[in-house]
Every structure is written in structure tokens, then in C-alpha cells.
């Protein structure tokens, strides 16, 4: 069971803007960068959000992510089909001493 | 560009020994810190252990502590994984991870991902 919990699954129409949430506590999101990862059925995860709001280059500028308090989100606008994936957000635990994913969330694009 | 490849994944009994090795190239080795995550057949993903890069400080998930051991050799530029007393629940497709910075401590900064070998434990 992670400490951080996102949603199973959200959806969204082609264009539309959806918004994955990742909701810890002051051990972890409350007291440290939160990072997003981007995974594809049978691929490796890839880097799309760092320290919280920064984008890697190559990453489009419809993804970005926010923190406020215990809480994180990973917004996506202009969806495209293309963008039908898992996500999962990770951040470091000051109480465990260990990095923490979220569940990981499944974004259908319909 | 860097690359990460993962080997040494097979079936093993539970309780038997395996080590997982990480050959890496793109990048001056030395300089980073490594990881290894792990994600179980249609699970999510799971930090397994920490290295930095000039192997002082290393770190473990509870549920590996003990059991695992992670390991570098900064001349062969490889990272590995030895897992004994394994579990059918360690049961997963093992990623070799490079971190952003030379240390694992405070981390999830993981720019860089292997493709994953695959550790299956049964009998």
C-alpha cells in the first residue's frame, strides 16, 4: 500500500484537459520535490515532470505539474490519443528514507 | 545517449539466490547515482535500493532490507542486485535506474531507465 494515492483511472476526450492528483503527506510531498513518470504497456517508464513543476527538454508543454501542501497534480491539456498511458508520481519520504510511487494512474483517452 | 541494460532476470525457487547485473554507457558512470525499481506483473512500480556514485552511502526498501544487496564497480561501469531468500513476491520486471545527481538520498530524480529484466520466483 503506497503512501501516496492517486486515482485509478481518469478519462477525457481528445482536446479536453484532465488532471491526475497524487495526495501524500508532510513526510513526503509536504517536504519534498514530487516527480511524474510517464509508462507505456510493455515499456519503460519516462521522465515527464521534475522538482514539482519542471519539464525535462523533449517533454511537450501540455504536461505540467503543481504542488501545493500535501498534494501534487499532473495536468495534461490538448489531450491527444497519444497520450493513453499509466502515470505515477514519486517523491522521497523522510520517514521511510525511501522514494515512494503513487499507485500509478491509467488515463484513457476516448 | 545513455543506455542501461539489465540481464541475469530467470525463474528461480523461492528462497534460492539470483544476482541482476546493469551494464551502462552514455555517460561518465562515476559521477551518478543508481537505482534499482522494480514492478510486478501488472502492479505499479516499487524502489528497491540506492547507490551513490562512489558506493559510501547506500539505501533499501523495507521489504528488500536484508535480502538484497546493491552493489557497483565503477571500473566495469556496471550496477548490481544480488537478491537471496527470495519470495514469490518478489516476482518482477527489475529496472536499472540512473539518478539525476550523484547521490540516491532524497531522490526520485530518475532521468534514465533501463528496459528491465524479469525475476520470476516460483516453484
Known amino acids: 500500500q503506497s503512501l501516496l494515492t492517486q486515482p485509478p483511472s481518469v478519462s477525457g476526450t481528445p482536446g479536453q484537459k484532465v488532471t491526475i492528483s497524487c495526495s501524500g503527506g508532510?513526510?513526503?510531498?509536504?517536504?519534498?520535490?514530487v516527480y511524474w513518470y510517464q509508462q507505456y504497456p510493455g515499456l519503460a517508464p519516462k521522465y515527464l515532470i521534475f522538482?514539482?513543476?519542471q519539464r525535462p527538454s523533449g517533454v511537450s508543454d501540455r504536461f505540467s505539474g503543481s504542488k501545493s501542501g500535501t498534494s501534487a497534480s499532473l495536468t495534461i491539456s490538448g489531450l491527444r490519443p497519444e497520450d493513453e498511458a499509466d502515470y505515477y508520481c514519486?517523491?522521497?519520504?523522510?520517514?521511510?528514507?525511501?522514494?515512494?510511487f503513487g499507485g500509478g494512474t491509467k488515463l484513457t483517452v476516448v | 545517449e545513455v543506455q542501461l541494460v539489465e540481464s541475469g532476470g530467470d525463474l528461480v525457487q523461492p528462497g534460492r539466490s539470483l544476482r541482476l547485473s546493469c551494464a551502462a554507457s552514455?555517460?561518465?558512470?562515476?559521477?551518478?547515482?543508481l537505482h534499482w525499481v522494480r514492478q510486478a506483473p501488472g502492479k505499479g512500480l516499487e524502489w528497491v535500493a540506492g547507490?551513490?556514485?562512489?558506493?559510501?552511502?547506500?539505501g533499501y526498501a523495507d521489504s528488500v532490507k536484508g535480502r538484497f544487496t546493491i552493489l557497483r564497480d565503477n571500473a566495469k561501469n556496471s550496477l548490481y542486485l544480488q537478491m537471496s531468500s527470495l519470495r514469490a513476491e518478489d516476482t518482477a520486471l527489475y529496472y536499472c535506474?540512473?539518478?539525476?545527481?550523484?547521490?540516491?538520498?532524497?531522490?526520485?530524480?530518475?532521468?534514465?531507465w533501463g528496459k528491465g529484466t524479469l525475476v520470476t520466483v516460483s516453484s
Open positions: 535506474v540512473k539518478d539525476y545527481s550523484s547521490s540516491w538520498f532524497a531522490s526520485g530524480h530518475f532521468p534514465h
Open positions: 552514455g555517460f561518465t558512470f562515476d559521477d551518478y547515482a
Open positions: 547507490i551513490s556514485y562512489n558506493s559510501i552511502s547506500l
Open positions: 508532510s513526510s513526503n510531498i509536504g517536504d519534498n520535490f
Open positions: 522538482r514539482n513543476d
Open positions: 514519486a517523491v522521497w519520504d523522510d520517514s521511510l528514507r525511501a522514494v515512494e
